[in-house]
């Protein structure tokens, strides 16, 4: 690999070697310009020491072209510095479609973790190498963060949404996981170890966690006690078929549209009446204080494995579009 | 002019006694003295604090004291050296102090609001100082809902009531010297002739009037939702808990200004003085402070850049954050090309700053390293911002303001202090605080994050290393309490100008008489009048540098 950073911690993501070619370039500016400026001040400070009490300075204090140089020397290298770090920090926040998604809740003072395939970790995460993966995290009380030094990467969980974070894992290995954002008393043991396997060893692995459903097949339980099919069966005039919802764009009553993502349908289930759907009533009643983190993280992990209907036949009954 | 042995027969520190006098006094000089005894002991708080979390840090186990007891150990370091020690200092001590002699005024344009605002401030420190005799609090100087609204079980209520209180006094400060400025400057000192401190002041004052309303508001906002479950900040009630920090910010970035511009302004003074020379640049570094004054407010959100705010909020946030390195780079060389054909003496307040040029200008350009998204990611939250803001703030602030304070104290007292024992504590400062501070730029690297009580054993060594600079630290900053005690008794009689310095301060005796200035000044030249002997005899005025 091309280099690696005294100083910095191991580099075990797509990431890491992004963000150090970028740090190298940071060092390199900050140690020119304060060797400059410290260079200058010493030199000047001993050849012009004052040699007699009476001593005064010699009168040159304005020159328009130094005022000019050095305005636009830093500005240059500001803006070239902003807009390399604006390009690595946009390709960090911005999953690519295909990226397999684990869910992270985190609680004073622990990490839940849950795989697809529906297994649950404490304080752990087991992910196969190469695989771009994504994280939806919320937060059952105070802030939190969600901090991999070897992955360079980073983002508070709060309570009340979701947040997401992604990263391709590139080395084999176990890394520490940190909280970053102070949560309390324990913020300090909010720690735990993201370990990164050979996919036939992750494979393994999944197969050695006992697991009784996948994410999908538990938010689907949560979905028939609830009766949530009652109102949202496909064709129904009560409320908005649900199949293939994830990811559109949804016409409000309001006019508005909004795309519904995680957090709309997290909004729709404990909120209903936020962002009711064009053409139908606000019925819906609230489902807050019901569900667990888990549980809605379970239920949106179901709504988003539902295939969209074809357009051909939309009127037909969801179980015959899922076969 | 009076002797050179003997201090003036009357002045503003004999003119009244008894402790009334002082208690009641309306003399912008003697409140100044008032505010340094006030920093001072916050200052020492501040610093016991940070020596306990320094202790606890120095080994990986967290075994001196309990969690809890940590995190109530670096709030309190925080919210004291924050807004009890860093904010007031300089304006609170060197402003009140020099400002009114600086522009040839008796005092202050509110001697009693002047008063007030040190009532104020020790009310708000004496709240928060309850508060730690009642629990302290834990929630970290930020205080973050919604640990500090609904999980915090500590006196959040007490301390947020005195961190409001004492917002009031920084406001009464800003517009006493706002309308000083304005309005009580000697005949012919035009804006353009104002001592670069002034200016610094000025731009200051500005963002105290102006962001520190919007911090009380969030105050107030915290203690309804903590007393009273208001919502604002509880996702549960439809509220934001990033709503707070977008507010917090908004009054706390500007903050970091409010500490730093005083401190640029003392050095401006500073570097003048000391290479007897007009400062390069002169306009330049005056807009330069309203520069950064005014971008300050326009920054808050590059604290956010990881805590849900949207992608495209955190790209203008950081492209207006690395404007603000452009006024304080030039400043920066403004200050170097002062000292090219200069006249310069190493005298003690000029060490603290060559000091501060030094570490504010690493402080600076890892600021620029913080602004950049795709780094700060990695680091923020880390020891890196630690190491970031302490040398801003120690390096920059503190050393400011100790060099200005060595600079003024023969005005302020008409004595001199031991230059031996000052240059020696201006190097263990030096020496200590890059020991203290270094190390946790890499530690930030490496991934360490801030706020810890216990960390992977990895990382001792560096924090050895940053503990055993504490602690040398600590001695350089306990070392000029021992010698300006003492140089008030057995100080060298240190005559009206002892740098050789212009400016209108330099002008009156040391200490001055009440009102300043036995005859009232008119100016007639520009700030940093440097001329050679010749050219003073023919002017007919005596030459600068004799004493």
């Known amino acids: 690999m091309p280099f690696r950073l005294p100083f910095f911690p191991e580099q075990a993501s797509s990431f890491a070697h992004e963000v150090d070619a970028l740090t190298l370039w940071l060092v390199g500016m900050a140690a020119f310009f304060t060797v400059l400026i410290a260079a200058l001040v010493l030199v000047f400070a001993l050849k012009y020491r004052r040699r007699s009490p009476d001593q005064v300075g010699t009168r040159f204090d304005e020159s328009p072209l130094l005022e000019i140089v050095w305005t636009v020397i830093p500005l240059v290298v500001v803006l070239f510095t902003f807009a390399w770090g604006a390009k690595v920090y946009f390709r960090l926040y911005r999953p690519p479609a295909g990226a397999v998604e684990y ?5 004073q003072w622990m990490w839940k973790t849950q795989h697809p395939t529906g297994q649950r970790e404490l304080n752990e995460l087991h992910l196969p190498v190469g695989q771009p993966t994504k994280l939806l995290m919320t937060s059952e009380d105070v802030i939190h963060s969600f901090f991999v030094p070897a992955f360079r990467v980073k983002a508070d969980v709060l309570p009340g949404r979701y947040t997401t974070m992604w990263f391709t894992p590139t080395k084999p290995g176990r890394y520490h996981l940190f909280c970053t954002e102070y949560c309390g008393a324990e913020h300090s043991r909010m720690i735990g170890w993201i370990t990164v396997q050979e ?30 099919r009652e109102c949202h069966a496909a064709g129904s005039e009560a409320a908005p078929a649900l199949a293939g919802l994830y990811g559109r764009e949804v016409l ?3 006019g508005a549209s909004v795309r519904a993502d995680e957090n709309y349908l997290r909004e729709s289930l404990l909120d209903p009446e936020a962002k009711v759907v064009a053409g139908f009533d606000a019925a819906m009643s609230t489902y807050r204080g019901q569900l667990s983190e888990e549980e809605i993280l379970a239920l949106i992990g179901y709504l988003k494995s539902l295939p969209a209907p074809s357009t051909a036949d939309v009127a037909a009954p969801a179980e015959s579009v899922m076969r | 002019m009076s002797a050179e042995n003997q201090l003036p027969a009357t002045h503003y520190l004999n003119a009244t006694s008894g402790l009334r006098s002082w208690l009641l006094t309306l003399d912008h000089k003697r409140i100044g003295i008032l505010y340094l005894l006030g920093v001072s002991f916050f200052f020492l708080l501040g ?3 940070a020596m306990l979390v320094r202790l606890e840090l120095l080994t990986p186990q967290g075994d001196l004291m309990s969690p809890d007891t940590y995190n109530h150990m670096f709030t309190m370091h925080g919210i004291f050296m924050v807004f009890f020690f860093l904010i007031p200092a300089i304006p609170g001590v060197l402003g009140n102090f020099a400002l009114p002699i600086m522009i040839g005024a008796k005092d202050v344009a509110f001697p009693k609001l002047n008063l007030l605002s040190w009532y104020v401030f020790m009310t708000g420190g004496l709240l928060t100082m309850y508060g730690l005799l009642t629990g302290g609090v834990d929630t970290g100087w930020t205080f973050y ?22 917002g009031f006094a920084s406001i009464l400060t800003g517009v006493n010297f706002m309308v000083t400025v304005h309005r009580m400057r000697a005949p012919g000192m035009t804006w353009f002739r104002l001592p670069l401190f002034v200016w610094g002041q000025y731009a200051t004052s500005l963002v105290m009037v102006l962001g520190t309303p919007v911090v009380a508001i969030t105050l107030v906002m915290l203690v309804l939702e903590r007393a009273f479950h208001f919502g604002f900040f509880d996702a549960a009630k439809g509220g934001d808990p990033v709503l707070f920090q977008h507010l917090f910010w908004f009054y706390s970035h500007p903050a970091v200004y409010i500490m730093i511009l005083p401190s640029m302004a003392v050095i401006s003074e500073l570097i003048a003085a000391f290479a007897r020379k007009r400062i390069f640049g002169y306009q330049a570094v005056a807009f330069a402070s309203i520069g950064i004054a005014v971008l300050g407010f326009l920054v808050w959100g590059h604290h956010m850049y990881v805590s849900s705010q949207s992608v495209y909020a955190g ?12 006024p304080s780079a030039v400043k920066v060389f403004n200050w170097t090309f002062t000292l090219y054909k200069g006249a310069v003496a190493l005298e003690m307040p000029m060490l603290y700053a060559m000091g501060f040029i030094g570490l504010f200008v690493i402080g600076g350009l890892t600021g620029v390293f913080l602004a950049t998204l795709g780094f700060d990611v990695h680091v923020h939250d880390t020891y890196f911002v630690v190491a970031h803001f302490h040398y801003v703030m120690v390096g920059g602030t503190i050393m400011g303001y100790l060099g200005g304070l060595h600079y003024w104290w023969p005005k302020m007292t ?13 190097w263990l400062v030096f020496v200590g605080f890059n020991l203290t501070f270094f190390p946790q730029f890499l530690l930030g690297m490496q991934g360490m994050p801030r706020r810890y009580h216990a960390y992977p054993a990895e990382w001792q060594v560096l924090n050895v290393l940053s503990t055993a600079g504490a602690s040398v630290l600590g001695v350089g900053f306990i070392l000029p309490v021992v010698y300006f005690l003492w140089s008030l008794r057995a100080g060298k009689i240190a005559g009206p100008n002892p740098w050789g310095a212009r400016g209108l301060e330099w002008e009156t005796t040391s200490p001055p008489p009440t009102f300043n200035f036995e005859t009232p000044p008119v100016v007639e030249h520009e700030a940093y009048d440097y001329v050679t002997p010749a050219e003073q005899r023919a002017a007919g005025s005596p030459p600068a540098g004799t004493h």
């Open chain 2, 145 to 166: 809902p919604p640990y500090s609204s609904l999980y915090s079980t500590s006196a959040v209520l007490p301390v947020g009531i005195g961190v409001f209180v004492n």
């Open chain 1, 199 to 228: 996919p036939e060893e992750y494979q393994r692995w999944l197969a050695s966690v006992p697991v009784a459903a996948t994410l999908a097949e538990q938010g689907a339980g949560v979905f028939a006690r609830l009766g949530c």
């Open chain 2, 47 to 49: 610093s016991a604090f």
């Open chain 2, 315 to 326: 790209v203008v946030f950081s492209l207006l954050t690395m404007l603000v390195a452009i």
């Open chain 1, 252 to 254: 409000l009553a309001s």
């Open chain 2, 414 to 426: 008409g004595r001199m202090y031991s230059p031996f024992w000052g240059k020696t504590s201006g």
């Open chain 1, 103 to 107: 869910h992270v809740t985190g609680k």
